[in-house]
């Protein structure tokens, strides 16, 4: 209740997370909102984030300038945290697993806040996945206007009805525009291109870019340092395929704000750090030297005016993206991002006891599916006899449906032909860190 000359309570937002692209994107957004409560409750898992990797993440942000904003905390802690703490909203920011998983616990909750979920990058094509496991939240946020277009076709194909929402990709907004740096900077992915011939050739390219111009670096911006984990597991990493580079071929942990300051140009496959740079003023390629190809997640790119190949990068020819594009993909009027706006009329629903409930269902497979399910999100979080038994039953028959995707994309019939698709993810990775080989970091 707001008595006279009182002010209204802020509005506590609790972002629940583990990963390092997850967390950066949470943090990020919700640092943008005015006159709330903001809180990050870091649960353990196999991809938490480290401290390193939590810096770098929370950097420019106020919970960076205020350490008790942020809380490390066992997974059986978190819907007790949450019942003492009663949030408004709670942001789930995690892999698609996690989010379901975490649904869970905030759901069991007396007073349930608000679940807003989303993704924290570029996100074409729309993935059946994805959506999915996210279908029980009250909002799911992602960051374009063909994005929308991709995710509500997709829920209406699967008859999902949960409501997707627009927010400028928080790595977009407009800043001091940077000017007068020499690096080229290579954002560095782990899954894409997940091919190892393609990896080396990406290495080979960076280390002519470095030998063409001893006189200006070739920044290899990479997320995780040696023993640290991402969201996705790296396999052939260029710090082993860029072994005796040339001097002015260096490698950074930092910050992308950091590098971008730095940088003349930037040069990914597909990675979002190409929306931070062009926020920046900073030109992109966007590599096509494999093609345009589902598995490389590069069809955002299509008619973006960005795409170049070695020669290109070779030489440092840089674009700006072409406007109708940008209006399209990332750089709408902010204004249009309302999905903020959404989430207050949600919490003012749930104030007036008008929320709808939402439960998230046991998996087909009954109790053993559960404990699968569980076991894959926390790793060596879960000690309960049912995760090992459900990893010795599972590991093998999740180790050639794997496999299966992965021939599958070698023969092109996992093709994505539109901006979604109700086919299985086009990427394949391995599982046995998430399920039992890592322990939370710390």
């Known amino acids: 209740m707001t008595y006279p000359g009182s002010r209204p309570r802020r509005l506590r937002v609790v972002i629940v997370g583990d990963a390092d692209s997850f967390v950066k994107w949470a943090a990020h957004l919700v640092d943008r909102l005015d006159a709330v409560s903001q809180h990050l409750l870091l649960v353990r898992t196999p991809l938490t984030v480290s401290d390193a990797q939590k810096d770098a993440a929370l950097a420019g942000t106020r919970f960076a300038q205020n350490p008790r904003s942020v809380t490390r905390v066992a997974f059986a802690g978190v819907a007790d945290w949450l019942a003492r703490d009663r949030p408004d909203v709670v942001v789930l920011a995690g892999r698609a697993p996690f989010v379901r998983l975490l649904s869970r616990e905030v759901y069991r909750l007396a007073q349930r806040p608000v679940v807003v979920t989303g993704l924290p990058g570029m996100s074409v094509p729309a993935l059946r996945g994805a959506l999915e496991y996210r279908r029980h939240a009250d909002l799911m946020v992602v960051h374009s206007r063909r994005e929308v277009a991709a995710y509500s076709r997709l829920a209406r194909a699967l008859g999902v009805t949960v409501p997707v929402a627009l927010a400028t990709l928080p790595f977009a907004v407009d800043g001091a525009k940077r000017s007068g740096g020499t690096d080229l900077v290579f954002a560095a992915q782990a899954l894409v291109p997940g091919d190892r011939e393609e990896r080396r050739r990406i290495a080979e390219i960076l ?79 966007a590599l096509d030297e494999f093609g345009v190809r589902p598995d490389l997640l590069n069809r955002v790119f299509d008619g973006s005016g960005l795409l170049g190949g070695a020669d290109d990068v070779v030489a440092r020819r840089f674009r700006h993206p072409e406007p109708r594009w940008a209006a399209t993909n990332y750089f709408h009027d ?9 989430t207050r009329r949600l919490v003012a629903l749930r104030r007036r006891g008008m929320l709808s409930a939402r439960t998230v269902p046991r998996p087909r497979g009954g109790a053993l599916h559960a404990a699968w399910h569980r076991k894959s999100v926390l790793g060596a979080e879960d000690r309960s006899i049912a995760g090992r038994v459900a990893y010795v039953l599972g590991a093998p028959v999740v180790a050639a449906i794997v496999a299966l995707k992965r021939r599958r994309r070698r023969d092109g019939t996992a093709a994505v032909t539109e901006d979604f698709t109700l086919a299985p993810s086009p990427l394949a990775e391995p599982v046995g860190r998430r399920l039992a080989g890592a322990s939370g970091r710390k």
């Open 334 to 342: 902010h204004r249009e991002s309302t999905w903020w706006e959404q």
């Open 207 to 285: 280390r002519l870019a470095a030998v063409a111009d001893p006189s200006r670096r070739v920044v290899v911006k990479l997320r995780s340092r040696p023993g640290e984990v991402e969201a996705h597991q790296e396999r052939d990493g260029y710090s082993e395929l860029l072994d005796h580079a040339p001097e002015n071929l260096v490698f950074s942990f930092a910050p992308m704000s950091e590098a971008l300051a730095t940088a003349e140009g930037l040069v990914t496959v597909s990675s979002t750090a190409a929306v931070e740079a062009l926020a920046a003023g900073v030109p992109v390629i």
